[in-house]
């Protein structure tokens, strides 16, 4: 399954040529003009027996599908075609197309956590103030003209955003009342850049990750920025972080492929 508005490698000629190779002749094949049409196409997919879905794409797309195969024996494999790719950089999925093909075809699979959110599955991570805002600000077009650049610029215009009150509980019990800049939810650990968000994070251990920013400043997250300490497991004084088992709604994909 494609995304029409995005490019990888050699294009669709490429991908045709590495599945030839390997005996795919004639795979079946979708094309998508937008990723929220992606959970319909993926669905037919499995229902025609499909075992791998190749999924040409951002995060946008992958998150769709990866909701729509959710506790499936269906594996997505990734074909990263977009700005961010965070997915297939933790996942160490190469940003090469006929390796990240060969990835999906031979590599290993493994189970892959999972978290949900208004009813939909997500693999990467779930925000809610700063880093929402700053998501949705980098649109289509913004995210096509300048790249990663497009989130640097939509941060930078939210930084100085109002803070929420906000009850949070993990697994039952509270875990923080207060007002917040950002509260995250992570499967895996590291951010744009390669900036680790959540140390030790492990996309197949059980456990999501939670973070919650208290500082005014909503980029002052970092331990050098003098306004905020986080800590596993625990309150800190501007951000804290904890562990869930998943209580709020993880689940498992069922597999996912790593080279």
Not at 161 to 171: G, N, W
Request: aromatic share 6%; glycine share 16%; proline share 3%.
């Amino acid at each position: 399954m494609w995304h029409a508005g995005k490019s990888f490698g050699g294009g669709l000629a490429e991908l045709r040529e590495v599945l030839a190779r390997e005996g795919f002749t004639d795979p079946l094949r979708y094309e998508v003009a937008k990723s929220r049409k992606a959970p319909k196409y993926a669905r037919r997919a499995l229902t025609h027996g499909a075992e791998v879905i190749f999924v040409w794409g951002g995060d946008g797309m992958v998150q769709r599908c990866i909701d729509a195969v959710a506790r499936t024996e269906a594996v997505p494999a990734i074909l990263p075609a977009d700005t961010a790719n965070l997915l297939a950089a933790n996942l160490h999925v190469p940003a090469d197309l006929t390796q990240a093909v060969r990835v999906g075809l031979h590599g290993d699979r493994r189970p892959l956590d999972t978290g949900s959110v208004n009813g939909e599955h997500f693999a990467v991570m779930a925000g809610a103030g700063f880093d929402a805002r700053m998501i949705k600000q980098a649109d289509r077009g913004m995210k096509d003209r300048f790249g990663r650049a497009a989130y640097l610029y939509t941060g930078s215009r939210n930084l100085t955003a109002r803070r929420v009150k906000a009850v949070i509980e993990v697994d039952g019990r509270r875990f923080f009342k207060g007002r917040v800049s950002c509260v995250l939810a992570g499967n895996v650990g590291k951010i744009l850049g390669g900036v680790e968000a959540f140390h030790g994070a492990q996309p197949d251990d059980g456990l999501l990750e939670l973070g919650v920013v208290t500082a005014g400043n909503g980029g002052s997250v970092g331990p050098d920025a003098g306004t905020s300490h986080a800590g596993r497991g625990r309150e800190g004084h501007r951000s804290s972080m904890s562990r869930t088992a998943g209580s709020s709604g993880s689940g498992s994909t069922g597999s996912f492929l790593t080279s």
